[in-house]
């Protein structure tokens, strides 16, 4: 062995033995269980001008049984260009002593506005180890107002308010509105939410919007009734002893409501920040109550509550950090667990749809971070185009194992790219509207308007389909108002082809004779996607809407029972109150399902959509659990049943053609559920009229009421009017069947096509292994455009038009692989054909 050998081995034992003390020091001191010292600050950011001072209070506790010595430093102070003072370099604390040191931080103006510099101490044992670290984040603050409504955007608001009439009526309407509405007085309620009680104030969600279009209202027109509004609800919101911090419940709804609330309310602080009325205690009443907010939100903030209520909960939290300049809590609601990123990572699918597929829903994730995303561009930091990794969203949800009451929780369809954004969620609605841009009714929501993130979208990413959405709207919302592009372009209507997205599993199929009167194309909606979660609804291919002439035939909510209520589960959410082939009374398993077929033609447009599921009883209502529903499984030996359902969109009519088939016999339903039956041909009465459909409480036929049942031998027709709006639907396969009229359930108050009274369900059962049901449903105004109808077999049909058009129609393969659809028109001798691929 050479001596230079033996030195590098002597060498590396010192090395070695030096590692190892290092690290029983880690193991003693440095954050370990067993350490012996406590470092720590109860504030760690704070925001305050160029050189003005911020104070940062720290302790330091000796838990050690002797006496111990301290040194502390700030980290590389001349990299820091703010000046830091500690209290004290050196400290010694006897057994259990503690000391009560400050930080003072000088703010550089070497710091940019709203930007941000960290100091870090570092605390020393006496042998000169750093046992601890303490991070202090300063920002140099921006003047208020800078969430959603800084002084340029008021100019700017100002001056379109002079040159544009929109403008100046949507500042009068706003004006109208104000002048008569009045908070509520700040009072302790305690309200089922909705089987859960607990104590809030009673203020509701809208009432911190209505704060902060009453602070506009100010700005606008220096009318201090209008601020004093405000600040009385302010002062009292946040009253230090009767306000917020006595209760942490604003409002009388759950954390989406809430969540609302603080957006709004601290943006309304933001603008008024700088009025005399608001002393330095007032101010001081406001941070304690946001941070207490702040406390509470994280109690919300779960990597499985992926939901609206959530990701509302989220946006407000965010606002309310950005009002204190509290970068690192921004961080952290970014990045934490259940944060934005999480919320946009895992809850926005491939094709932009938010994941709940609920059009309210999904307008609200989007409404809430397009908010965000403009506080963040009027702060200097840049969400509208920040990309988020896309994350996989579990099985399950934060209070609910993937399956309970059949709701699955996750994410179907394609993956699509590895990063999700704002600007992936502000489109992908467009297809699905209709001629007026109201969005399709899915899941648990009714008819959409456009909302008014779609002026925040268009202002910054200038697509031309969020302009036509636009343009069918009154521009009469506060963000019309303050963030509305003075002139819209005339761009083409952009939804009158057909489409479809594959997570949401949506498909718009639009007649093109009339695409030059887009009112009267027949829209058909059809539905396979991903279930949704809380709000899904068990519809896999089903008829989910039908639009022809400016009229709504269906929609996903026709029924509606409070959340809070049996029937919402028992009733709306199940497959029975959708236009579908229903299996045995019972409730269809929500699994990944596909489209087939998809063909957009002239004379036809085309989906094949098939699903593969077993069925099961309706979830019960039980008040005494929470959630409050009573669960149960797939009966033994269910094995799943194929449904296949090919749509046929012409420019006359829509064909159905219903596909089942299963290892045994069961009662199959094929149910439609038009408003307004007027007769039928075909049928003849069976038996007495009952008061239910079904008796049995696992049913959710128990809802249906006043119920006929009749017999078919040769089909049958069954025509609906509703005021100048006419359906027929014609069972032309199976010939011979039962069929049933009875009334459509009805939850209550009536609200568009909400709870008609006069909705009847028409409902076609046999009872077989495998059946294919063929149907022809035809949506008009005045006379049918139909002298008859003929069909030799269950995959062909022939339809004779009062205006001497012939159309046949065959589907190849209907219960093979792939199907095929060709349709053949002769008319005054000449033919034409088309044929799906």
């Known amino acids: 062995m050479n001596v230079l050998s033996l030195k590098f081995k002597v060498g590396s034992k010192q090395f070695l033995l030096g590692l190892f003390c290092c690290l029983i020091h880690v193991l003693c001191y440095a954050g370990s269980p067993i ?39 700030v980290k590389h102070p001349r990299e820091l260009a703010s000046e830091n003072i500690l209290s004290v370099a050196s400290i010694t604390l006897e057994p259990s002593g503690s000391y009560n040191g400050t930080l003072k931080v000088t703010v550089s103006d070497r710091i940019p506005l709203g ?55 949507n500042l009068d309407n706003m004006l109208m509105e104000l002048d008569g509405f009045e908070f509520p007085e700040r009072k302790i309620v305690s309200k089922p939410r909705p089987t859960k009680i607990w104590s809030s104030f009673d203020y509701s969600a809208s009432d911190g919007e209505k704060a ?15 601020k004093e509004k405000v600040i009385s609800l302010i002062k009292a919101v946040f009253d230090k002893d009767e306000g917020y911090l006595s209760i942490g419940a604003a409002t009388n709804g759950v954390q989406v409501h809430e969540g609302n609330f603080f957006l709004f309310i601290s943006a309304a602080c933001d603008i008024l920040y700088n009025e005399p009325e ?38 407000g939290a965010i606002f309310v950090a950005l009002y204190l300049q509290d970068m690192p809590q921004i961080e952290y609601l970014t990045e934490a667990d259940g944060g934005m990123a999480d919320q946009i990572g895992k809850g926005v699918m491939a094709d932009g749809w938010w994941f709940e597929g609920t059009g309210n829903y999904c307008y609200l994730v989007v409404q809430r971070y397009s908010l965000v995303a403009q506080a963040f561009e009027n702060y200097g930091m840049d969400l509208y185009h920040r990309r988020f990794p896309t994350k996989f969203k579990s099985e399950d949800f934060e209070n609910s194992k993937e399956g309970f009451t059949g709701m699955k929780f996750d994410n179907w369809g394609p993956t699509g790219k590895n990063t999700r954004g704002l600007e992936d969620m502000v489109t992908p609605y467009v297809p699905f509207m209709d001629e007026n841009a109201y969005l399709v009714s899915t899941n648990d929501s009714d008819l959409k308007a456009p909302n008014e993130f779609y002026e925040l979208a268009y202002r910054e990413y200038k697509f031309n389909d969020l302009a036509w959405v636009i343009s069918k709207t009154e521009r009469d919302s506060w963000v019309s108002l303050m963030y509305g592009v003075p002139e819209l372009p005339e761009v083409e209507d952009p939804r009158t082809g057909s489409d479809f997205r594959e997570n949401i599993g949506l498909v718009a199929l639009r007649s093109q004779g009339q695409k030059e009167t887009p009112e009267n194309q027949i829209q058909a909606f059809l539905k396979y996607g991903t279930h949704g979660g809380w709000h899904g609804q068990f519809d896999r291919v089903s008829l989910a809407a039908l639009d022809r002439n400016g009229h709504k035939y269906f929609g996903s909510e026709m029924v509606w029972y409070g959340y809070g209520k049996p029937g919402y589960k028992e009733c709306v959410q199940t497959s029975a109150t959708h236009n579908m082939v229903i299996v045995d009374e019972l409730q269809q398993e929500a699994v990944p399902s596909e489209q087939l077929l998809f063909h957009k033609g002239d004379m036809m447009q085309a989906s094949v959509v098939e699903t593969n599921a077993r069925w099961r009883q309706i979830p019960r209502w039980n008040a ?26 012409t420019d006359d009519y829509v064909i159905l053609a219903d596909y089942m088939k299963s290892d045994k016999k069961h009662n199959y339903d094929w149910l439609i559920h038009p408003v307004g039956f007027s007769s039928m041909q075909g049928a003849k009465k069976k038996g007495i009229a009952l008061e239910k459909l079904s008796t049995d409480g696992n049913s959710p036929y128990k809802y249906f009421e006043n119920a006929q049942w009749y017999t078919a031998k040769k089909g049958a027709k069954v025509e609906f009017i509703e005021g100048e709006h006419k359906l027929d639907v014609h069972t032309v396969w199976p010939k011979k069947s039962e069929i049933v009229i009875s009334n459509y359930p009805n939850g209550g108050k009536q609200r568009r096509i909400r709870n008609n009274p006069d909705r009847r369900t028409y409902g076609v059962r046999v009872n077989e292994k495998e059946i294919v049901f063929l149907s022809l449903i035809e949506p008009y105004k005045g006379a049918s455009s139909i002298e008859k109808i003929e069909s030799a077999s269950e995959n062909e049909i022939t339809v004779t038009l009062k205006d001497g058009r012939v159309q046949d129609i065959s589907i190849e393969n209907l219960k093979g692989i792939l199907p095929k659809i060709k349709i053949t028109e002769t008319f005054a001798g000449k033919v034409k054909t088309e044929i799906t691929k």
């Open 278 to 315: 608001f002393s330095n205690t007032d101010k001081e009443n406001i941070e304690a109550s946001f941070r207490y907010y702040l406390e509470l939100n994280k109690k919300h903030m779960d990597g499985l509550g992926i939901m609206n209520h959530q990701a509302s909960a989220n946006a």
């Open 115 to 169: 930007g941000q510099e960290a100091s870090a101490i570092e605390l020393k044992d006496s042998e000169g180890y750093i046992i601890e670290t303490l991070e202090f984040i300063s920002v140099r603050s921006k003047a208020h107002p800078f969430l959603l409504a800084t002084n340029a955007v008021f100019e700017d608001t100002k001056q379109k308010i002079k040159n544009y009439t929109w403008a100046k009526q």
């Open 35 to 73: 350490s012996k010292v406590v470092f720590s600050s109860p504030l760690q950011t704070q925001a305050a001008k160029a050189n003005e001072t911020i104070t940062y209070n720290f302790q330091l506790k000796n838990l050690k049984s002797t006496s111990e010595t301290y040194t502390l430093n």
């Open 624 to 649: 005494e659990k929470f959630p409050p529903w009573d669960d149960t499984d797939y009966a033994n030996g269910f094995n799943p049943i194929q449904q296949r359902r090919i749509s046929i969109v």
């Open 212 to 226: 902060f279009q009453l602070a506009l209202a100010y700005k606008l027109t220096g009318k201090a009734i209008y």
